[in-house]
């Protein structure tokens, strides 16, 4: 395998470009089209995993409370009842890294109120420890907030003997816009709910074919500035033909003659122009213009520089007050509360004078934070007020007229002066020469207004005006007609742009559509619908993405045909590949409640699909349904499952637990082994505990057994329902369902020996009567956990 890596988009385009049956013209219109590969996106080493998620005083969370992770590959669930917790753990990650939370946008403001836990409302915070792989140390993004509002929250992003960073250095923006790894339950059904433009464009992005869009638009920028200048030239002709069939001029006459052509006659209009006597076009021009000249508007100047000096004097006062003193105070202020938070002591940092940082200075220093921020706010206030003030008066001061510029008159001097007076950003030196300037231009202006209309007035009132226009006219149509070859390249090359990006986007798309297909299969293996082919179609406002959706081999629409389990799969089959797309940075997938709406069947393909992205990405799953457990287990599919629990004034616990096999047996280890437990009691308690763990332990094999056979998950528990013996259980994972339990237990001696038969009799028999003592508890228990290890390694 060659070590080169894959050529550019730039590159294969180029050559594409080179093999093409173009005009010589329009390739290298298309060359400056496309002029080389964008400036390269931030590269970082290895893919980012989390080691862990912290929040306090966030949604469900009060008290600090942290959710451990392994940061590499493998799959982690995370359950718990609703309103555990664990969606604020999963939300907390997101909005740590993003800073906002998919299920707010787009949502009124009431959804965004209650972000803050009421038990704990003090100082919200969230935290999320990363680590990338092949990176010494972990960076940590800790995100808190100072305000009432979600938007008052300051970032801090630290690494372990380094200065803090910036939160671009983790993750960019354009990075999570890509390959975004987080999916909430409202975002699953956004992905298919939301406009086809965002899936579009989502899929389009990833693809890379950015350029080549760009490249188009910019041909159609092009294109459409010429034709607006065809379009121009072809109005202006039809308003001089209206004007001239008004005049009995000769000349008016005869230009309607040349307008009225299937291809106006430019050199005939050109040639009426020149040789008209009756003054100078320039110079009517020059008139026309200082007739309708207007000056500045001296009541909207007195207001505005009125309006500049109270800004100026409320900015003075501001200056010379103590809102400095007060904004730095504050600062510092603030510091030492935050270490009073983080160091957890009352001792001063500063002259170690034990308990000076108690409670009451604590609430003393808090109130006096509150009054400083308001004084330094009120400042600012001020120092904005007179910045829009100066502004506003910079907004009235107009550039020079385009037609006045090159001019050496005392009006064009006059006005250049003018329009330097936005240049000056002092108010006092701007109140000044505005207020003097706009007078005197303002009298200037109409002056020359004046004298400009009445020499229009003297001369011809007939044919100056339509030469004027027809002038305007002709300058248009020969410049229309210059473009028009351009015109006709650009054409050209947005031609040839759509073809190769039919073609490069089928290209790149096709692995993307088969890595969907596949996870479509693993999650609706049983479903009647069927998902072909997946292509972008349509352009501007039309984009969209085809998908080929048939029902029992007819084709039909996919939207309309679906359950919301088979919506909710697709949907995961479109967002998966982006995720774990290979040029993604992310190393993880936080999924929050995939497993609603989805039937048992689907449950199974969803742990499935899980399970192979586990292989390469560190896949957190947030969910409260226990079939996603239950799935993952009898399947055999390695997990990590962390218990979330809310206890009373929001305190939530985080706990690992493991499968109910093993729980099964710590349990009954835990009574053989405590003395305080009456012999009679274990005489009766420990068989039914040991029975327990043994039928947990052939419940998962004869599962798979039923599974293999075919059969569906309904008909799967409906059969185990109906038995009541380990030795039916048994008999259904490995032997004939049919035998009798004298036999099964004779195929189980023989397989692991006489004591694992002596041992379920003993369990069953245990579980039905009163025994003899048991003797050794112990060995009961150890037994037990020995025939429950051969069974599951099996």
Known sequence: MSDQPPPSLCDLVLQRLAAA????????????????APAGRTTRTGPLFLRSITAAGWRGIGPEATLDLTPAPGLTVVAGRNGSGKSSFAEAAEMALTGDNFRWQGRIQVWRQGWRNLHDPAAP????????????LPVTVHRSWHGANLGDARVAVRRPGLPDGELHEVVGAEELSLYRPFLSYSEL????????????????????????SDAYKEAGARLKVLKDGEKKAADLAAAVLAALRTSDDPRAVAAVDALSARRP?????????????????????????????EGPDLRDISGAVARLWEAAARAEDARSGTAEDARRLSELLERALDHRRRARTADCPVCDT????????????????????????????????????????????????????????????????????????DPRPLADQVERLSAALADACRQESDRASRELAARDAGWQPLAVR??????????????????????????WLRKVTDELREERLRPFADHSQTIWKLLCERSSVSLGSISLAGTANQRKVKLDVSVDAMDAPAFGVMSQGELHSLALSLFLPRAT??????????????????????????ARVLHACAQHRQVIVFTHDTRLQQAIRHLRIPATILQVSRQTDSVVKVTRIDDPVSRAVSEAMAVARDPNVPQDVADRVLPQMCRGALEAAY?????????????????????IAKTHKVTELAALAFYDSTMEPAQVLAAVAQEHGPWARSLIERCNAGAHQWLAPIGDRMELVRDTERLVKAVRSR
């Open 699 to 719: 419940l998962d094999p004869a599962r798979r057994r039923l599974r293999a056979e075919g059969l569906g998950h309904a008909d799967i528990e409906a059969r």
């Open 189 to 212: 059904g956004a992905v298919i709910n939301g406009p086809m433009t965002a899936l579009h464009d989502g899929l389009a992005q990833v693809l890379g074919l950015e350029q080549l």
């Open 581 to 606: 797309h290979p040029d993604s940075p992310f190393g993880f997938l936080v999924i929050d409640d995939p497993v609603q709406s989805m039937d048992p069947e689907k449950v199974e393909g969803l």
């Open 265 to 293: 006659d430019r050199e005939r209009v050109r040639a009426l122009l020149v040789a008209r006597s009756e003054g100078d076009p320039a110079e009517l021009e020059r008139l026309r213009g200082l007739s309708t000249l």
């Open 354 to 425: 034990p308990g000076l940082l108690d409670d009451d200075w604590a609430a003393r220093a808090r109130a006096q934070v509150e009054r400083l921020q308001h004084e330094a706010a009120e400042a600012q206030s001020a120092r904005d007020g007179l910045r829009g003030a100066v502004r506003a008066v910079h907004d009235l001061v107009q550039p020079v007229p385009v037609w006045l510029r090159p001019e050496d008159s005392p009006l064009a001097a006059l006005w250049r002066e003018w329009a330097l007076c936005r240049s000056i950003t």
């Open 21 to 36: 049956d173009l005009e010589p013209e329009t390739a290298d219109l298309l060359r400056d089209l496309f002029p080389g």
């Open 125 to 136: 915070r969230v935290e999320v420890e990363c680590r990338r792989d092949g990176a010494d």
């Open 470 to 495: 027809l002038a305007e006219w002709l300058a248009a149509a020969d410049r229309a007609a210059e473009a028009a070859p351009l015109a006709k390249r650009l054409k050209a090359a947005q031609t």
